[in-house]
């Protein structure tokens, strides 16, 4: 769990729409999302709507490359007069986080649900919470379906509260976290560090948005695991081209050197924009680091891969000759 040293950030709104106006309140948004657009440092920003089960909370995301253009966003006039357009399409006031660092990166929806948790924090006792919060990652990452976290401090002069974004790939298992006793004895001792705090869950894994990891350990694959989704993807890629193109090159008398270099860049789009896709989605039991906990995942996606490999082998195999 790591605090980045990015300057960039971000607000997460949470707001309930009034019922039975959704539609008004979509429309509103976009207006809203539109003029944002125009300010200066504006990186990107994402809608999502409220999932099955959920009170019609609708969450916003906006992100800025750093925290005086976010602000000039905030206290605009431009922002307030969007707020009081909208204020009746809205149950009750909205809620927001600000969050300052973080992965820099257009959004891309990912399975999941995301837990954003802001705490006020006692005077003084900064330290003790930060420690007790590496505490709550060693229990989480115990608990089945736990994708990662992103931890940040408060943002100087908007906001005071420390917040942390956590996921888990199902509703089920994000409650189950909630709800545990593991949970509740860890809260009593962290009621010594803050004095409050607010749980809101959202029907999305905010993917792009956070690594959900740390710093110093990046959320991606191991080495080993790329490589062999790499060959799994690769070997029929290059061995149909070789049928297809590269025949069709002999017989025109292609030189080598350029039919080779005309292969290397179908290959390597194939495998970027549709097959590697394909397969960390897939795969994407195995890939994840967050959910890689045991030795059994790591071994039944090898030999997962494994026989596939062995199946391409066999199919060329038969096919060629």
Sequence with gaps: MGIRASGSATVVTSQKVREGLDEEYDRWQ?????????????????????????????????????ADQLTAW????????????????????????????????????????????????RPGREEDFVRWQKKILREQEKYPGFMGTEFFRPVDGIQD???????????????AWLDSSSREHLLEEGR????????RKVGTAFGGWFRFGSAEEEQVPSNW???M?????????????????????????????????FGNILSVSILTWVLMPLVNRVLAFWLRPGRTRTVRVDVAGAALVALCWALTVLVFALTTG
Excluded: I
């Excluded at 504006?42 to 709507?49: D, H, K, L």
């Excluded at 969050?99 to 948790?117: N, S």
């Excluded at 690769?234 to 061995?239: E, G, K, N, R």
């Design 192 to 199: 010594n560090y803050f004095a409050s705090y607010d749980v």
């Design 74 to 121: 905030l206290e605009s006039t431009a922002r307030r007069e969007l707020l009081a357009e909208g204020r009746g399409l809205l149950d009750g006031t909205p809620t927001q986080e600000v969050l300052a660092g973080g992965h820099v990166e257009v959004p891309d929806r990912v399975e999941g649900v995301t837990a954003v948790v802001s705490h006020d924090v």
């Design 30 to 66: 976009g207006k809203v999302n539109r003029v944002v657009r125009d300010f200066d440092g504006f990186e990107a920003t994402e809608t999502y709507p409220p999932g099955s089960g959920e009170e019609r909370e609708w969450v916003v995301v906006f992100r800025f490359a750093g």
């Design 225 to 227: 695991k790329q490589a």
């Design 161 to 175: 509260r420390w917040v942390v974004v956590f996921r888990y790939d199902t509703h089920e298992h994000l409650d």
């Design 229 to 261: 989704t790499v060959v799994l993807a690769l070997y029929p890629t290059v061995m149909v081209l070789n049928l297809t193109v590269g025949h069709e090159f002999d017989v025109l008398g292609v030189p080598g050197y350029f039919g080779l270099f």
